[in-house]
Protein backbone atom coordinates (compact mmCIF):
# COMPACT_ATOMS: atom_id res chain seq x y z
CA UNK A 1 0.00 0.00 0.00
CA UNK A 2 1.21 3.15 -0.80
CA UNK A 3 2.38 5.65 2.36
CA UNK A 4 3.57 8.71 2.58
CA UNK A 5 4.75 10.00 6.12
CA UNK A 6 5.65 13.93 7.12
CA UNK A 7 7.29 15.03 10.25
CA UNK A 8 6.62 16.60 12.58
CA UNK A 9 2.69 16.82 12.26
CA UNK A 10 2.72 20.35 13.76
CA UNK A 11 5.45 22.17 14.74
CA UNK A 12 5.46 26.09 16.17
CA UNK A 13 8.72 28.28 16.20
CA UNK A 14 9.20 32.25 16.48
CA UNK A 15 10.13 34.39 13.69
CA UNK A 16 13.12 33.97 12.25
CA UNK A 17 14.18 30.44 12.96
CA UNK A 18 14.50 28.54 10.35
CA UNK A 19 12.66 25.02 10.06
CA UNK A 20 13.68 21.90 8.22
CA UNK A 21 9.81 19.50 7.18
CA UNK A 22 10.29 15.95 6.28
CA UNK A 23 8.10 13.74 4.31
CA UNK A 24 9.13 9.88 4.07
CA UNK A 25 7.46 7.98 1.10
CA UNK A 26 6.72 4.30 -0.22
CA UNK A 27 4.86 4.69 -3.59
CA UNK A 28 4.81 2.49 -6.39
CA UNK A 29 5.84 3.25 -9.79
CA UNK A 30 7.31 6.61 -7.90
CA UNK A 31 8.07 9.49 -10.85
CA UNK A 32 8.73 12.41 -9.03
CA UNK A 33 7.99 14.67 -5.83
CA UNK A 34 5.77 18.08 -5.32
CA UNK A 35 5.61 20.41 -2.14
CA UNK A 36 2.45 22.56 -1.33
CA UNK A 37 1.72 25.09 0.46
CA UNK A 38 -2.08 25.30 2.10
CA UNK A 39 -3.16 28.17 3.78
CA UNK A 40 -6.64 28.81 4.36
CA UNK A 41 -8.04 27.14 0.93
CA UNK A 42 -5.93 25.80 -1.70
CA UNK A 43 -2.90 24.28 -1.86
CA UNK A 44 -0.39 26.67 -3.46
CA UNK A 45 2.65 24.92 -5.23
CA UNK A 46 6.46 25.18 -4.26
CA UNK A 47 8.56 22.62 -5.54
CA UNK A 48 8.54 19.68 -8.37
CA UNK A 49 11.55 17.46 -7.50
CA UNK A 50 12.48 14.58 -10.02
CA UNK A 51 16.21 13.54 -9.73
CA UNK A 52 18.10 12.96 -6.43
CA UNK A 53 20.62 15.45 -4.42
CA UNK A 54 19.17 18.77 -6.52
CA UNK A 55 18.21 21.41 -4.36
CA UNK A 56 15.62 23.56 -5.93
CA UNK A 57 15.36 27.09 -3.96
CA UNK A 58 13.02 29.76 -4.04
CA UNK A 59 13.64 32.95 -1.91
CA UNK A 60 14.03 31.71 1.72
CA UNK A 61 12.56 27.97 0.55
CA UNK A 62 14.49 25.16 -0.71
CA UNK A 63 13.46 21.32 -1.04
CA UNK A 64 15.80 18.49 -1.65
CA UNK A 65 14.94 15.14 -3.02
CA UNK A 66 16.59 11.26 -2.07
CA UNK A 67 15.33 8.71 -4.27
CA UNK A 68 17.84 6.34 -2.38
CA UNK A 69 16.56 6.87 0.89
CA UNK A 70 12.78 7.83 -0.10
CA UNK A 71 12.34 11.27 1.74
CA UNK A 72 11.97 14.84 0.81
CA UNK A 73 12.82 17.82 2.91
CA UNK A 74 11.33 21.07 2.90
CA UNK A 75 13.61 23.75 4.70
CA UNK A 76 12.27 27.24 5.28
CA UNK A 77 15.07 29.90 6.38
CA UNK A 78 14.70 33.09 8.77
CA UNK A 79 11.12 32.13 9.36
CA UNK A 80 8.26 34.95 9.13
CA UNK A 81 4.16 35.05 10.20
CA UNK A 82 3.43 34.32 6.72
CA UNK A 83 4.73 31.12 6.33
CA UNK A 84 2.34 29.52 8.46
CA UNK A 85 0.61 27.14 7.15
CA UNK A 86 -0.03 23.36 6.53
CA UNK A 87 3.00 21.95 3.93
CA UNK A 88 2.21 18.97 2.32
CA UNK A 89 3.95 16.85 0.13
CA UNK A 90 3.09 14.79 -2.79
CA UNK A 91 4.95 11.76 -4.46
CA UNK A 92 3.53 11.46 -8.26
CA UNK A 93 2.60 8.07 -9.33
CA UNK A 94 2.01 7.78 -13.54
CA UNK A 95 -0.46 10.21 -15.18
CA UNK A 96 0.02 12.23 -12.19
CA UNK A 97 -1.51 10.81 -9.76
CA UNK A 98 -0.97 12.67 -6.28
CA UNK A 99 -0.57 10.52 -2.66
CA UNK A 100 -0.60 13.30 -0.61
CA UNK A 101 0.58 12.82 3.12
CA UNK A 102 -1.18 14.19 6.23
CA UNK A 103 0.58 17.39 6.28
CA UNK A 104 2.94 19.71 8.90
CA UNK A 105 1.46 22.26 10.12
CA UNK A 106 3.65 25.23 11.09
CA UNK A 107 2.80 28.19 13.32
CA UNK A 108 5.38 31.01 13.12
CA UNK A 109 4.85 32.93 15.99
CA UNK A 110 5.95 37.20 16.01
CA UNK B 1 -4.82 33.05 -8.27
CA UNK B 2 -3.86 29.94 -9.96
CA UNK B 3 -6.19 30.16 -12.87
CA UNK B 4 -8.07 27.35 -11.90
CA UNK B 5 -11.73 28.43 -11.15
CA UNK B 6 -14.43 26.29 -8.98
CA UNK B 7 -17.93 26.90 -8.48
CA UNK B 8 -20.07 27.28 -6.21
CA UNK B 9 -17.82 28.16 -3.64
CA UNK B 10 -20.48 26.30 -0.94
CA UNK B 11 -22.45 24.12 -0.84
CA UNK B 12 -25.21 22.88 1.57
CA UNK B 13 -27.72 20.29 0.63
CA UNK B 14 -29.33 17.58 2.61
CA UNK B 15 -28.66 13.77 2.39
CA UNK B 16 -29.93 11.77 -0.27
CA UNK B 17 -29.99 14.59 -3.13
CA UNK B 18 -27.26 14.81 -6.14
CA UNK B 19 -24.84 18.13 -6.44
CA UNK B 20 -22.79 19.17 -9.59
CA UNK B 21 -19.11 20.65 -8.91
CA UNK B 22 -17.58 22.37 -11.54
CA UNK B 23 -14.08 23.17 -12.95
CA UNK B 24 -12.46 25.45 -15.64
CA UNK B 25 -8.62 24.51 -16.15
CA UNK B 26 -6.22 27.29 -16.65
CA UNK B 27 -5.77 28.59 -19.86
CA UNK B 28 -3.64 25.95 -22.21
CA UNK B 29 -4.09 23.04 -19.26
CA UNK B 30 -5.77 19.91 -20.94
CA UNK B 31 -5.71 17.51 -17.63
CA UNK B 32 -7.66 18.26 -14.91
CA UNK B 33 -7.79 16.55 -11.39
CA UNK B 34 -10.67 16.22 -8.39
CA UNK B 35 -10.08 15.92 -4.99
CA UNK B 36 -11.57 15.00 -2.03
CA UNK B 37 -9.90 16.97 1.37
CA UNK B 38 -11.77 15.45 4.75
CA UNK B 39 -10.51 16.06 8.14
CA UNK B 40 -10.21 12.32 8.59
CA UNK B 41 -8.95 11.64 5.14
CA UNK B 42 -6.45 14.25 4.24
CA UNK B 43 -6.07 15.00 0.35
CA UNK B 44 -7.22 12.18 -1.86
CA UNK B 45 -7.39 11.88 -5.53
CA UNK B 46 -10.73 11.19 -7.48
CA UNK B 47 -10.40 11.10 -10.80
CA UNK B 48 -8.31 12.79 -13.52
CA UNK B 49 -9.44 13.80 -17.08
CA UNK B 50 -7.16 14.65 -20.52
CA UNK B 51 -8.61 16.31 -23.29
CA UNK B 52 -12.12 14.93 -22.66
CA UNK B 53 -11.06 11.17 -21.72
CA UNK B 54 -10.84 9.31 -18.32
CA UNK B 55 -7.05 8.65 -17.84
CA UNK B 56 -6.88 7.97 -13.98
CA UNK B 57 -9.00 6.62 -11.29
CA UNK B 58 -8.46 7.13 -7.67
CA UNK B 59 -10.55 6.01 -4.59
CA UNK B 60 -13.72 7.35 -6.50
CA UNK B 61 -17.04 6.13 -4.91
CA UNK B 62 -19.78 4.38 -7.22
CA UNK B 63 -22.20 7.27 -6.57
CA UNK B 64 -19.86 9.90 -7.96
CA UNK B 65 -18.86 10.43 -11.73
CA UNK B 66 -17.09 12.95 -13.50
CA UNK B 67 -16.56 14.35 -16.86
CA UNK B 68 -14.78 16.68 -19.36
CA UNK B 69 -16.19 18.55 -21.60
CA UNK B 70 -15.22 20.11 -25.14
CA UNK B 71 -14.36 22.94 -23.78
CA UNK B 72 -12.03 21.26 -21.14
CA UNK B 73 -14.48 22.31 -18.36
CA UNK B 74 -15.30 19.14 -16.00
CA UNK B 75 -17.95 18.09 -13.59
CA UNK B 76 -17.91 16.11 -10.91
CA UNK B 77 -21.35 14.61 -9.86
CA UNK B 78 -22.15 13.48 -6.78
CA UNK B 79 -25.05 11.58 -6.26
CA UNK B 80 -27.37 9.95 -3.01
CA UNK B 81 -25.60 12.20 -0.57
CA UNK B 82 -24.38 10.77 2.81
CA UNK B 83 -23.20 13.12 5.76
CA UNK B 84 -20.14 11.53 5.17
CA UNK B 85 -19.65 13.21 1.89
CA UNK B 86 -19.03 16.56 3.44
CA UNK B 87 -15.85 17.53 2.71
CA UNK B 88 -13.82 20.13 0.59
CA UNK B 89 -13.66 19.30 -3.39
CA UNK B 90 -10.39 20.69 -5.12
CA UNK B 91 -9.99 20.70 -8.86
CA UNK B 92 -6.15 20.84 -10.17
CA UNK B 93 -5.19 21.44 -13.37
CA UNK B 94 -2.22 20.94 -15.71
CA UNK B 95 -0.73 20.93 -19.10
CA UNK B 96 0.09 17.22 -19.35
CA UNK B 97 -1.48 14.16 -18.18
CA UNK B 98 1.57 12.77 -17.01
CA UNK B 99 4.22 13.39 -14.20
CA UNK B 100 6.44 15.92 -15.41
CA UNK B 101 4.01 18.56 -15.16
CA UNK B 102 3.08 20.52 -11.56
CA UNK B 103 -0.81 20.65 -10.93
CA UNK B 104 -2.26 24.19 -9.94
CA UNK B 105 -5.31 24.03 -7.06
CA UNK B 106 -8.32 25.89 -7.82
CA UNK B 107 -10.35 27.54 -4.61
CA UNK B 108 -12.16 24.79 -3.76
CA UNK B 109 -15.99 23.99 -3.27
CA UNK B 110 -16.96 23.10 0.53
CA UNK B 111 -20.00 20.72 0.63
CA UNK B 112 -21.54 20.47 3.72
CA UNK B 113 -24.30 17.38 3.81
CA UNK B 114 -26.57 17.94 6.19
Known amino acids: EDKVVQSPLSLVVHEGDTVTLNCSYEVTNFRSLLWYKQEKKAPTFLFMLTSSGIEKKSGRLSSILDKKELFSILNITATQTGDSAVYLC??????????FGQGTTLQVKP | DSGVTQTPKHLITATGQRVTLRCSPR?????VYWYQQSLDQGLQFLIQYYNGEERAKGNILERFSAQQFPDLHSELNLSSLELGDSALYFC?????????????FGPGTRLTVT
Open chain 2, 92 to 104: ASSVSPDSTYEQY
Open chain 2, 27 to 31: SGDLS
Open chain 1, 90 to 99: APVQPLGKLI
